[in-house]
């Protein structure tokens, strides 16, 4: 693990030149500067014949073509790498909001299910419970965006499951905005907006159950995805 987070070093960047690399670069260009040196400066007579005849400036123009297409197919290898890299990056990123965007969901359908709850049993339903029940059930619906982050994550059975449970909560939103309505007017309403609220009781009872197995398959899907992730051999926070 300390390997792992050790700070990065010089040659160590998969995307560049390495250190080897530049060492030997280096190497070459001193062992040519040296050879011409020496032919220019300390040359001996055997190649005063060879130096007059113009071929060494051809030799030189070779050498230097050679030392520029190998930096060319240098630059093009490394700029290769790069873009590879870049690319493993960005799916990466894109594996890790996908497995966020399902845990979020999963959060918001437990909370869903939880202001279901609330719904379950028969109760005495007087005022000041049915609006503090309702509001808790309009809150937690209102601030879900379940269905729109995840369409394309989802397969399609998983996801008529999903938009299904969501008409229902939202019939249930309905019932409760109409049951605070008429506590709103006068509270010789309160018996019509009891039985409402003893509608809700039975729809409520029905969508925690629903819930139950949705959150189920939610919660597999989102672990195939974990378990996807983990086999590229990426680190992942558990799931909760």
């Known amino acids: 693990m300390a390997d792992d987070q050790r700070a990065p070093q010089w040659g160590d960047d998969p995307a560049g030149i390495t250190k080897q690399e530049l060492l030997s670069t280096a190497v070459g260009v001193f062992v040519m ?7 220019l400066f300390g040359k001996p007579a055997q190649l005063k014949a060879f130096l007059q005849s113009g071929n060494l400036a051809e030799w030189a123009a070779a050498a230097g ?3 520029v297409g190998v930096m060319a197919w240098r630059i093009a290898t490394q700029n290769h790498r790069h873009h590879v890299a870049t690319a493993d990056a960005l799916r990466e990123r894109d594996k890790i909001r996908s497995i966020n965007e399902m845990l979020i969901l999963l959060n918001e359908l437990k909370q869903v299910r ?12 007087t005022k000041a419970r049915i609006i503090s029940r309702t509001g808790i059930l309009l809150v937690v619906v209102r601030q879900c965006d379940w269905s729109e982050r995840v369409v ?8 008529t499951q999903l938009n299904r449970s969501r ?3 939202l019939i249930m939103c309905d019932m409760a905005e109409q049951a605070r309505q008429l506590l709103g007017t006068s ?3 309160l018996p019509e907006a009891a039985k409402l609220m003893g509608a809700l009781v039975v729809q409520g009872r029905n969508e925690v159950k629903r819930l139950a197995g949705l959150i189920s398959t939610v919660h597999t899907l989102m672990q195939a995805m974990v378990d996807e992730f983990e086999a590229t051999e990426m680190q992942v926070d558990p799931l909760p």
């Open 152 to 159: 394309t994550l989802m397969d399609p059975s998983a996801l």
């Open 167 to 169: 008409v229902r909560v």
């Open 33 to 39: 500067g040296c050879l011409v040196g020496w032919a």
């Open 65 to 67: 073509a050679l030392v």
């Open 114 to 125: 939880e202001a279901c709850e609330l719904f379950d049993t028969e109760k005495d339903w």
């Open 187 to 189: 509270d010789s309403k």
